[in-house]
C-alpha cells in the first residue's frame, strides 16, 4: 500500500481533539447530519449517505427494521479558536519588532499575530469563522443495535460500504464557515490573527475573534452552507477470512466489539468489527440531559 492520503492523515492528525472523525473536506449538514448511515471511502475520506436512520417510513420502505426510540439533545453553540494537528507549535509574533500585519495576509488592525508551524512533517490548522454547532442524540445503544441487526443485509446492498465500513452518525460538529490550511514538511506555516494583543494571546478565550492569514500552502473555505468538521457515531466494518481489516482508532473506546454474519449466497460466514468513535463520548453523556457539552474534562486519560 502506498502513502496514506492527505484526507486520512488529516483525520489521523486531528484525532488529538477527541470531537470523532475530522473531514478534510467537510461534508454539507443536509448529507451529513445526526441519524444519518453512510459511509467514508478510503482515498479521500468522502461522506456517501445511504439512509437517513431517523425516517421510519424510508427505512422500513428499504426493507430495515425500525430504529428504537431515540434522545437527541438540544443543539449547542459556541465559538473554538484555532484546532491544530498534532505537533503543530504556535508562537506569538510581535508586530512591533517591525513585521506588520499586512505581511502575513492580515487586516493592519489586528491585535496580535500568532504563527503555527511544525518542526517537521504534516501541521494542519482547521478554524471555524462562526460558530460551531454540537449536535446529536445521547445514546448509541439505538444505533448499535440497528447496524446488528440488520448488517447482513446492508453489506449484501451495498458492496462499498463493506468494503469501507457502515457508519451511524450520532453526533455533529458543524460551522457555516469553515477554513482549512495543511503542509507537509517543516517550512509550512500559517499566521493568523486575533483581537488581542500578543502578549494575551496566550490565556484568549472563546470570546476572542480570529482571522485567517497568509498559509504557505494556501486555505480550503466553505462558506455556502452548514458544513461538518468532525462526526461522531457507530461503525461497523466486515472482516476478511475471518479477521476484520481496519484495526479501530487507538484507544477509542467500544473498539475491539465484534460480532458474527452468516453470508447466506456464500455459506459462510464473517466477523464483523464494532467501534463507537468520538472520544468525547463520556461529556456529551455526562451533559445529555441538559445537552451541552462540557469545556474540559479533568480526567486522566491514556495518550493516543
Not at 487507538?250 to 465484534?258: A, F, I, S
Amino acid at each position: 500500500m502506498g502513502n496514506p492520503s492527505l484526507a486520512r492523515t488529516y483525520r489521523t492528525a486531528m484525532r488529538r481533539h477527541r470531537f470523532g472523525y475530522a473531514l478534510y473536506e467537510p461534508a454539507p449538514f443536509s448529507r451529513l447530519r445526526p441519524g444519518m448511515l453512510g459511509y467514508l471511502d478510503n482515498e479521500y475520506q468522502r461522506w456517501h449517505p445511504i439512509l437517513d436512520l431517523t425516517d421510519a417510513s424510508a427505512v422500513e420502505a428499504a426493507g430495515y427494521s425500525r430504529l428504537g426510540p431515540l434522545q437527541r439533545s438540544e443543539p449547542d453553540t459556541r465559538r473554538y479558536g484555532p484546532l491544530t494537528a498534532d505537533k503543530v507549535t504556535e508562537t506569538s509574533v510581535a508586530l512591533e519588532a517591525g513585521l506588520g500585519a499586512a505581511a502575513v495576509g492580515l487586516p493592519v488592525e489586528v491585535g496580535g499575530v500568532v504563527r503555527y508551524s511544525t518542526a517537521g512533517g504534516f501541521g494542519a490548522v482547521l478554524l471555524c469563522g462562526d460558530e460551531v454547532v454540537s449536535e446529536g442524540f445521547d445514546f448509541r445503544d439505538p444505533f448499535l443495535a440497528w447496524l446488528q441487526r440488520n448488517a447482513k443485509k446492508l453489506f449484501a446492498k451495498y458492496p462499498d460500504a463493506k468494503k469501507h465500513g457502515l457508519c451511524a452518525v450520532t453526533w455533529t460538529y458543524s460551522s457555516a464557515d469553515v477554513g482549512i490550511t495543511t503542509w507537509e514538511n517543516s517550512e509550512g506555516s500559517v499566521a493568523l490573527g486575533c483581537n488581542v494583543g500578543a502578549a494575551e494571546v496566550a490565556k484568549v478565550g472563546p470570546e476572542v475573534s480570529w482571522v485567517r492569514g497568509s498559509s504557505s500552502s494556501g486555505w480550503s473555505t466553505w462558506k455556502d452552507q452548514k458544513r461538518v468538521v468532525f462526526f461522531a457515531g457507530v461503525k461497523i466494518k466486515s472482516g476478511l477470512f475471518g479477521f476484520t481489516r481496519e484495526e479501530p482508532e487507538k484507544n477509542w473506546r467500544g473498539g475491539g466489539d465484534v460480532f458474527v454474519v452468516q453470508d447466506d449466497e456464500n455459506g459462510d460466514s464473517y466477523t464483523v468489527s464494532v467501534e463507537e468513535f468520538g472520544d468525547d463520548w463520556h461529556r456529551i453523556r455526562k451533559a445529555g440531559e441538559g445537552g451541552h457539552i462540557a469545556d474540559e474534562d479533568s480526567d486522566d486519560e491514556e495518550d493516543e
